[in-house]
């Protein structure tokens, strides 16, 4: 058995046009309190490995429990965000859903929801496979990669589950093997394959 434990950043410096790129932008003051706050819940899940995607703002939700941990954060580029193809816009919402709809299409030279939900079950099944038995994998990510990676894996998610998803939320996905056995976590109380 391995579980992977997927967090989602906590609440960052929304998107804006002059502000810091993708890569930078860094939490608020809340979301760095927030991160603190995880070192609680996270550190006693028996943690023996730290990924996080190379977003800033997703390394500083997992360094306060990696610190804690004595472990380094391990950057994973297919951990990353999705690239939507789209500016920082104030109708990102309806870009986002029309995307839903359309998970084929790339907007731009963005990445197609399809693309990004195959490069998410990739990375997922990457890491549970390069694991140990009885290892937990902790791993910082985004709330579009969570989303696409439990719809990848067989779960009826869709883009409202994506838009009620908190932040930070805790997923923990538990394999035997390569075949998922159990996902819990915020949202998925009526989730089903």
């Known amino acids: 058995m391995v579980d992977l434990v997927l967090v989602r950043h906590a609440v960052s410096v929304p998107p804006i046009r002059d502000g810091p790129d993708e890569y930078q932008r860094p ?31 997703a390394v500083q ?9 004595g472990l380094p954060v391990r950057r994973h580029g297919e951990l990353r965000e999705w690239r939507s193809g789209l500016a920082p816009t104030r109708d990102w919402q309806a870009h986002y859903e029309w995307s839903w709809a359309h998970p084929d299409i790339a907007i731009d030279a963005g990445e197609s929801l399809t693309a990004l939900t195959a490069r998410a079950v990739s990375a997922a099944r990457n890491l549970v496979a390069s694991a140990a038995p009885r290892t937990t994998i902790l791993a910082a990510t985004h709330g579009m990669w969570i989303a ?7 779960l009826s998610i869709n883009c409202a589950f994506w838009l009620s998803m908190p932040m930070p939320a805790i997923y923990t996905l538990n394999f035997d093997g390569p075949d998922l056995r159990r996902i819990l976590g915020p949202g998925l109380e009526n989730v089903g394959p």
């Open 61 to 69: 939700t997992i360094e306060p429990t990696a610190r804690a941990l």
């Open 27 to 57: 939490l608020t003051e809340t979301g760095r309190d927030q991160a603190g706050a995880l070192v609680m819940v996270l550190a006693g899940c028996g943690v023996s490995r730290v990924v996080s995607s190379p977003y800033l703002r």
């Open 148 to 154: 696409r990676v439990f719809l990848g894996l067989g």
